[in-house]
């Protein structure tokens, strides 16, 4: 495949042009290849999974957490070896932030809605737009007839989807019938969730100023973990290109 026609189909894809975001959805590390055989898919863009990257022999890396944010303006130290690894080794990175967490196929938040609908066998709910972050709406909210029990969503849910179980149920509901997705770190939106009355919300992490918050508020969270909620996009993201292109996949991703 063409690096450059493929590059521009998945920032079509995600519509990248419509997200005001700190990083910087695009190829951010080109090579001297202009074709791409194989493609590695992980969360974060580091040292230890370019090495990993390197042993697969990639061609192109696709990460959700790349190197450069609006932060990040020099190649030096951390920085400077990152970008080293992959110039030296001929691997390209592009990464995909926001657009990945708001795609309508290939993203993290539908992924979190299907599996719970699936798992809880939900035939009736009604599903809307969540989460408005930077003028775009990025996550999901749900709201079904059957009650769910609170202590099904650690001991069903999170284990068959391998989410971190730390939930604080302010709210002191024992059943629910209302749930909010917004993977990562989406803390600032406890309080969307407690407008629009969801009996929990579901996102990544927080601190703990930002917990007591959402006491003070009275919002039951599930703090699923960043990585947890979003190490699906890049997933989906490659089969998708897998089966449209006939691309080779490999998973090279590692937590800590």
Same mark, same amino acid.
């Given at each position: 495949?063409?690096?450059?026609? =493929?590059?521009?189909?998945? *920032? ?14 695009? =190829?951010?590390?080109?090579? @001297? ?46 920085? %400077?070896? @990152? ?45 809307? @737009? ?7 709406? +990025?996550?999901?909210?749900? @709201?079904?007839? *059957?009650? +769910?029990? &609170?202590?099904?969503?650690?001991? &069903? ?8 179980? *730390?939930?604080?149920?302010? $709210? ?15 803390? #600032? ?9 969801? #009996?929990? %919300? &579901? ?14 508020? $009275? ?21 998708? =290109?897998?089966?449209?292109?006939? =691309?080779?996949? &490999? %998973?090279?991703?590692?937590? %800590?």
């Amino acid at each position: 495949m063409n690096k450059k026609e =493929l590059i521009n189909y998945i *920032n079509n894809l995600l519509k990248i042009e419509d997200f005001s975001d700190s990083s910087k959805n695009w =190829l951010q590390i080109d090579n @001297r290849k202009e074709e791409i055989k194989k493609i590695g898919y992980a969360v974060d863009a580091t040292t230890y999974i370019f090495e990993k990257a390197v042993k697969e022999n990639v061609d192109l890396l696709l990460v959700h957490h790349g190197i450069f944010w609006w932060f990040e303006q020099v190649l030096v130290d951390i920085p %400077y070896k @990152r970008a080293q690894i992959m110039i030296e080794n001929n691997i390209a990175l592009a990464w995909y932030h926001l657009p990945l967490d708001a795609h309508e196929i290939v993203w993290n938040n539908i992924w979190l809605l299907e599996n719970f609908v699936n798992i809880f066998n939900i035939k009736n709910y009604e599903k809307e @737009r969540f989460a408005i972050y930077k003028w775009q709406e +990025i996550g999901f909210g749900i @709201r079904f007839e *059957n009650e +769910i029990d &609170i202590n099904d969503i650690l001991n &069903i849910y999170c284990e068959k989807v391998d989410l971190q179980k *730390n939930l604080y149920n302010f $709210w002191n509901k024992k059943k629910i019938k209302s749930v909010a997705f917004c993977s990562g770190w989406a803390w #600032d939106l406890v309080q969307e969730a407690k407008n629009k009355n969801y #009996d929990l %919300y &579901i996102t990544g992490e927080a601190a703990h100023f930002q917990i007591t918050f959402a006491k003070e508020l $009275w919002q039951s969270i599930l703090l699923a973990w960043h990585y947890e909620t979003e190490k699906i996009g890049p997933k989906l993201l490659a089969e998708h =290109l897998k089966e449209k292109f006939g =691309l080779e996949i &490999i %998973y090279i991703d590692e937590k %800590y």
